[in-house]
Nanobody
Framework: QVQLVESGGGLVQPGGSLRLSCAVSESRFRLNSMGWYRQAPGKQRELVAYINSGGTTNYADSVKGRFNISLDTAKNTGYLQMNSLKPEDTAVYSC?????????????WGQGTQVTVSS
């Protein structure tokens, strides 16, 4: 089973920035699209940002203008750049990717990484 390995979470002050990374564990799999989700305590998981290999992106209204999602297909890695962070951005962030190997399609989740925005 192909895995996604996340990194980049942590504690940051309001107004600060963090960059999350999500790497496909095996290079033979092609990364086709990626979504970043977050779940705060007591709340439902929500889609924060999405990108496909054609460059089409979508963002939740709450993060538009502050977050940027990108894909580096050469490195089989997706990124979520988070700027102007607010306390309400505090959550566990998880990546989800659709990948292919030949004609086969795969979907996997990262392990999740905690982002805490606090002074």
């Amino acid at each position: 089973q192909v895995q996604l390995v996340e990194s980049g979470g942590g504690l940051v002050q309001p107004g600060g920035s963090l960059r999350l990374s999500c790497a496909v564990s095996e290079s033979r799999f092609r990364l086709n699209s990626m979504g970043w989700y977050r779940q705060a305590p007591g709340k439902q998981r929500e889609l924060v940002a999405y990108i496909n290999s054609g460059g089409t992106t979508n963002y939740a209204d709450s993060v538009k203008g502050r977050f940027n999602i990108s894909l580096d297909t050469a490195k089989n890695t997706g990124y979520l750049q988070m700027n102007s962070l607010k306390p309400e951005d505090t959550a566990v962030y998880s990546c989800n990717a659709e990948m292919s190997y030949g004609i086969a399609r795969f979907n996997s989740w990262g392990q999740g990484t905690q982002v805490t925005v606090s002074s």
